[in-house]
């Protein structure tokens, strides 16, 4: 008990001196470099088709389904063989095939299921594609200049995804 | 790009990425725990500790040093999240309730990093960074520590010291994390991941919560700790923000524990032990990364709880790594896994954390197998087993069991009692065998120091809160006290010489047999519980 006690007591000081170089110069140093102009200026996240926002209208591309209920973060957490969210799921693959005049077996999975951030910007290009006659039809955009802003905000090296945030954002400015 | 070929891609740039610094980081890892010298900044940690950096320690006080400065880390923690009010940059959260105070502390001081709190709502940035970084860095370095202990066990011949804790246990934090973490923050903040000291930023009208992410983010998964900054851990757009920070978080949480294998084989003179080592933790991690991919690939609904910037592939990547290693952040959420996808990342974890494992974790982990394993071929053969040159006796064996089975034992004891409490089903966010499985994950993840969930599992009720707080507790320092006395028994002895009838342990046979041993002990332990969870789901 001694020798723990002698440890402990060497620990803490070990501990406070840590904790002034890792848990204050370390952060300040890393939050002072993300400042250097042109490094990324992303740090106070001013990309911010990072993230999806939903917007009212039919003339917005509509994101996946968010299960996150903000300020948190989050996904479903549902399991594959959950059969109360399996009703979720067809619920919105009927309302989306309505939405879009589509037989339901067009509506791809990205458009039924919940991400897990609950903040996934992203559609795959086949959702994308879905929804182009309604948003040129409610936006009064051509459909081939609605196809156009679809494939400039096209994207992806592994996965090739549309980011619809920005995607919604060049609507408006060609609106 | 098919996805397949997408996938393989991604492989191919992360295996190569490694590859390339498996040598340089190995043996600077080496050389930090023989050299001599002190830097000027360690001196002035010694001094201000007042301690004696020459002093080397007998196993028990090595012992003493993790169990004494875990402990004044736990309580530390605890205390800063009781008063956060008090404290700047909190935005109005207030203090962080007993229960989940208690089980945070003990989560990020044992590497674990699992969260019950919601960070976004919980915890202000600078409990984040005085408190969470600083165990993120220290945990990592106490595994370290205790991994480059037991090797010096391996190497060192009739003494009872293996060194002192706090030298090894500051040059990790300092000479090998840190470096380490400011680069890779660098990178991730280049790649898009945010380093904000407000508390979140307007996105058309709709606030998301932003905090001090890259600097975290970097130690978190460097330090194979897991603990999100923000609640959907490295699938939120801040901390993991496209496909190539998605690449880079998961060569940083494999990239140490990999090249401890080198550092090994240089510090016990033979790179060829260190190399089985790897090919067996690398043949274990690519066939679960098969099964996980294959399975996750071929789900009903393979895109629930997955980002779509990171696709299939690179969700599996990340996940097999993630609980391969002990990490435990996540990029999509593994309770939404195929029952034979999501039961892959529970195994991983079953396996006791060893391929590759953790920070240090991982090589004693798979050190104190490899003792399993040739115990149990000197049984086949009727010799006393020997390893690197120290017979494998009474007391090592012992150890070495008691090592292995103190996960199994809380694991399963925890598991069993909350599958009976009734207030466990109001906790579940699934029926059935999935609900079971949400259970079983949880308390494989406290007790393997993991971190990671079915989180759908609400896990915020007294009795797990404590539970798994004592799972992570016994799961973490059972093992380190047993690999320590190990260690000091394995030094006090002679070095025997190699003879014929000595088992070579660089070769295939070695490696099938250590690979066998991980596989079988997991099995035999674990096969019922998995048969009325995954596995029954995986058939249904």
Redesign the interface.
């Not at chain 1, 990309?47 to 948190?72: I, N, Q």
């Not at chain 2, 203090?95 to 969260?115: K, Y």
């Not at chain 2, 480059?148 to 002192?164: E, K, W, Y």
């Not at chain 2, 990999?258 to 260190?274: E, S």
């Given at each position: 008990m001694d020798?723990?006690?002698?440890?402990?007591?060497?620990?803490?000081?070990?501990?406070?001196?840590?904790?002034v170089?890792?848990?204050?110069l370390?952060?300040l140093?890393?939050?002072g470099?993300?400042r250097i102009p042109g490094?990324?200026a992303?740090?106070?996240?001013?990309?911010?088709s990072?993230?999806a926002?939903t917007?009212e209208g039919d003339k917005y591309f509509v994101p996946?389904p968010s299960a996150?209920t903000?300020?948190?973060?989050?996904?479903?957490?549902?399991?594959?063989?959950?059969?109360d969210y399996t009703k979720v799921?067809a619920e919105r693959r009927t309302e989306i095939a309505q939405r879009e005049g589509v037989p339901e077996s067009q509506v791809p999975?990205?458009a039924?299921?919940?991400?897990?951030?609950?903040?996934?910007?992203?559609?795959?290009p086949e959702y994308a594609a879905l929804q182009v006659p309604r948003v040129a039809r409610a936006s009064g955009l051509p459909v081939e200049k609605v196809r156009e802003l679809v494939a400039a905000n096209t994207h992806?090296?592994?996965?090739t995804?549309v980011n619809v945030?920005a995607l919604n954002r060049a609507i408006d400015s060609a609106g | 790009?098919s996805?397949l070929v997408?996938?393989l891609?991604?492989v191919g740039i992360l295996v190569a990425a490694l590859a390339v610094v498996y040598r340089p980081l190995g043996d600077y890892m080496a050389r930090v725990f023989t050299t001599k010298g002190h830097l000027k900044?360690e001196k002035?940690?010694y001094r201000?500790?007042?301690?004696d950096p020459r002093a080397e320690q007998k196993w028990?006080?090595y012992a003493?040093?993790v169990?004494?400065?875990?402990?004044?880390?736990i309580v530390?923690l605890y205390v800063i999240q009781r008063v956060q009010s008090v404290l700047p940059f909190n935005f109005d959260r207030g203090n962080v309730p007993e229960g989940m105070s208690f089980n945070t502390a003990i989560s990020f001081v044992t590497n674990t990093n699992w969260q019950s709190y919601?960070p976004?709502?919980v915890m202000g940035h600078t409990v984040q960074?005085?408190?969470l970084?600083?165990q993120n860095?220290?945990s990592a370095a106490v595994g370290l520590a205790v991994a480059i202990a037991l090797v010096r066990g391996f190497v060192r011949s009739q003494t009872d010291r293996l060194g002192n804790f706090?030298v090894d246990?500051?040059r990790g934090?300092?000479r090998i994390l840190?470096p380490l973490?400011?680069i890779a923050?660098?990178v991730l903040?280049?790649?898009?991941?945010?380093?904000?000291?407000?508390s979140?930023?307007d996105?058309?009208?709709?606030?998301?919560?932003?905090a001090?992410v890259?600097?975290?983010e970097?130690i978190k998964e460097l330090g194979t700790n897991g603990g999100g900054v923000?609640?959907?851990n490295s699938?939120?757009?801040?901390e993991n923000?496209n496909?190539?920070s998605n690449l880079i978080e998961i060569f940083l949480l494999l990239v140490i524990p990999v090249a401890l294998t080198r550092t090994f084989g240089q510090l016990v003179g033979n790179k060829k032990q260190g190399y089985v080592l790897l090919g067996v933790m690398g043949v274990i991690w690519s066939a679960m990364l098969t099964v996980i991919w294959v399975a996750e690939a071929n789900?009903?609904?393979?895109?629930?709880?997955?980002?779509?910037?990171?696709?299939i592939?690179?969700s599996a990547l990340f996940a097999n790594s993630t609980t391969g290693t002990s990490t435990g952040a996540?990029?999509?959420?593994h309770?939404?896994?195929?029952?034979l996808g999501?039961g892959g990342t529970l195994l991983n974890m079953l396996f006791g954390e060893m391929t590759p494992g953790g920070v240090g974790t991982g090589l004693y982990s798979v050190l104190v197998m490899a003792i399993i394993a040739m115990f149990l071929a000197g049984l086949m053969v009727g010799r006393t087993p020997e390893y690197l040159g120290k017979k494998l006796g009474r007391k090592e064996v012992t150890a070495a069991a008691v090592s292995i089975l103190a996960m199994p034992t809380v694991l399963l004891i925890g598991a069993g009692i909350a599958a009976i409490l009734p207030s466990t089903q109001g906790a579940l966010?699934?029926?059935?065998?999935?609900g079971l499985?949400e259970i079983l994950y949880a308390y494989a993840s406290a007790s393997n120091n993991n971190g990671s969930a079915?989180?759908?599992i609400t896990v915020t009720n007294d009795w797990f809160q404590s539970s798994l707080g004592l799972c992570m507790l016994f799961g973490r320092f059972i093992p380190i006290i047993a690999v320590l006395a190990l260690a000091g028994s394995l030094a006090a002895q002679k070095k025997v010489p190699v003879t014929a009838g000595t088992l070579p342990t660089t070769g295939p046979l070695f490696a099938t047999l250590l690979t066998g041993s991980i596989v079988l002990v997991a099995a035999l332990t674990f096969v019922p519980a998995l048969a009325l969870g995954p596995i029954a789901?995986a058939l249904?």
């Amino acid at each position: 008990m001694d020798n723990f006690l002698k440890q402990s007591w060497a620990g803490l000081r070990i501990l406070l001196a840590l904790t002034v170089l890792l848990g204050v110069l370390y952060p300040l140093s890393v939050w002072g470099v993300s400042r250097i102009p042109g490094l990324h200026a992303n740090a106070e996240a001013t990309d911010t088709s990072l993230v999806a926002v939903t917007r009212e209208g039919d003339k917005y591309f509509v994101p996946r389904p968010s299960a996150a209920t903000l300020p948190a973060s989050g996904g479903s957490n549902k399991g594959e063989l959950n059969e109360d969210y399996t009703k979720v799921i067809a619920e919105r693959r009927t309302e989306i095939a309505q939405r879009e005049g589509v037989p339901e077996s067009q509506v791809p999975q990205d458009a039924v299921t919940a991400s897990a951030s609950g903040l996934d910007p992203h559609i795959s290009p086949e959702y994308a594609a879905l929804q182009v006659p309604r948003v040129a039809r409610a936006s009064g955009l051509p459909v081939e200049k609605v196809r156009e802003l679809v494939a400039a905000n096209t994207h992806g090296t592994f996965t090739t995804t549309v980011n619809v945030t920005a995607l919604n954002r060049a609507i408006d400015s060609a609106g | 790009m098919s996805p397949l070929v997408a996938g393989l891609v991604q492989v191919g740039i992360l295996v190569a990425a490694l590859a390339v610094v498996y040598r340089p980081l190995g043996d600077y890892m080496a050389r930090v725990f023989t050299t001599k010298g002190h830097l000027k900044a360690e001196k002035a940690i010694y001094r201000f500790a007042r301690i004696d950096p020459r002093a080397e320690q007998k196993w028990s006080t090595y012992a003493y040093g993790v169990l004494g400065f875990s402990f004044v880390g736990i309580v530390f923690l605890y205390v800063i999240q009781r008063v956060q009010s008090v404290l700047p940059f909190n935005f109005d959260r207030g203090n962080v309730p007993e229960g989940m105070s208690f089980n945070t502390a003990i989560s990020f001081v044992t590497n674990t990093n699992w969260q019950s709190y919601v960070p976004e709502a919980v915890m202000g940035h600078t409990v984040q960074m005085i408190g969470l970084t600083v165990q993120n860095f220290v945990s990592a370095a106490v595994g370290l520590a205790v991994a480059i202990a037991l090797v010096r066990g391996f190497v060192r011949s009739q003494t009872d010291r293996l060194g002192n804790f706090w030298v090894d246990l500051v040059r990790g934090a300092i000479r090998i994390l840190l470096p380490l973490a400011f680069i890779a923050a660098i990178v991730l903040i280049i790649t898009g991941v945010t380093m904000s000291l407000k508390s979140g930023v307007d996105v058309d009208g709709q606030t998301i919560a932003n905090a001090p992410v890259a600097g975290q983010e970097a130690i978190k998964e460097l330090g194979t700790n897991g603990g999100g900054v923000l609640n959907a851990n490295s699938a939120h757009p801040f901390e993991n923000p496209n496909e190539w920070s998605n690449l880079i978080e998961i060569f940083l949480l494999l990239v140490i524990p990999v090249a401890l294998t080198r550092t090994f084989g240089q510090l016990v003179g033979n790179k060829k032990q260190g190399y089985v080592l790897l090919g067996v933790m690398g043949v274990i991690w690519s066939a679960m990364l098969t099964v996980i991919w294959v399975a996750e690939a071929n789900g009903l609904r393979p895109l629930e709880g997955k980002e779509l910037r990171f696709g299939i592939s690179g969700s599996a990547l990340f996940a097999n790594s993630t609980t391969g290693t002990s990490t435990g952040a996540i990029n999509s959420l593994h309770d939404s896994f195929t029952g034979l996808g999501g039961g892959g990342t529970l195994l991983n974890m079953l396996f006791g954390e060893m391929t590759p494992g953790g920070v240090g974790t991982g090589l004693y982990s798979v050190l104190v197998m490899a003792i399993i394993a040739m115990f149990l071929a000197g049984l086949m053969v009727g010799r006393t087993p020997e390893y690197l040159g120290k017979k494998l006796g009474r007391k090592e064996v012992t150890a070495a069991a008691v090592s292995i089975l103190a996960m199994p034992t809380v694991l399963l004891i925890g598991a069993g009692i909350a599958a009976i409490l009734p207030s466990t089903q109001g906790a579940l966010n699934n029926p059935g065998e999935h609900g079971l499985s949400e259970i079983l994950y949880a308390y494989a993840s406290a007790s393997n120091n993991n971190g990671s969930a079915f989180a759908g599992i609400t896990v915020t009720n007294d009795w797990f809160q404590s539970s798994l707080g004592l799972c992570m507790l016994f799961g973490r320092f059972i093992p380190i006290i047993a690999v320590l006395a190990l260690a000091g028994s394995l030094a006090a002895q002679k070095k025997v010489p190699v003879t014929a009838g000595t088992l070579p342990t660089t070769g295939p046979l070695f490696a099938t047999l250590l690979t066998g041993s991980i596989v079988l002990v997991a099995a035999l332990t674990f096969v019922p519980a998995l048969a009325l969870g995954p596995i029954a789901e995986a058939l249904l």
